[in-house]
Nanobody
């Protein structure tokens, strides 16, 4: 069973930066596409970004384009989400999720999820 663990969340002022990490506790992620999702209170979970196993293809939600960068330096652990120019509306619990080989938009397409890490953007 693939288990994912996120880290790197915290409290940051508007305009600040955070880097989230996603690691697999048992297996490596070299065959899995990794997606980052977030869920704010009272809202549905939404996709933020995704990266394929090779790292050659990525995608981003319009709301984070130009500010967030997803990366993986090889096909194994970890996968990062660099978040710059953070805004209060980025406040949410951030989750990483894994699915076999290809990125997908819907949360239902992902088979494995982490427990989430809280990101709070506030002055």
């Amino acid at each position: 069973q693939l288990q994912l663990v996120e880290s790197g969340g915290g409290l940051v002022q508007p305009g600040g930066s955070l880097r989230l990490s996603c690691v697999a506790s048992v297996f490596t992620l070299d065959r899995y596409a990794i997606g980052w999702f977030r869920q704010a209170p009272g809202k549905e979970r939404e996709g933020v970004s995704c990266i394929v196993p090779s790292g050659s293809s990525t995608n981003y939600a319009d709301s984070v384009k130009g500010r967030f960068t997803i990366s993986r330096y090889n096909a194994k652990n970890p996968v990062y989400l660099q978040m710059n120019s953070l805004k209060p509306e980025d406040t949410a619990v951030y989750y990483c999720a894994a699915r076999w080989r290809r990125c997908a938009i819907a949360t239902t397409e992902y088979d494995y999820w982490g427990q989430g890490t809280q990101v709070t953007v506030s002055s």
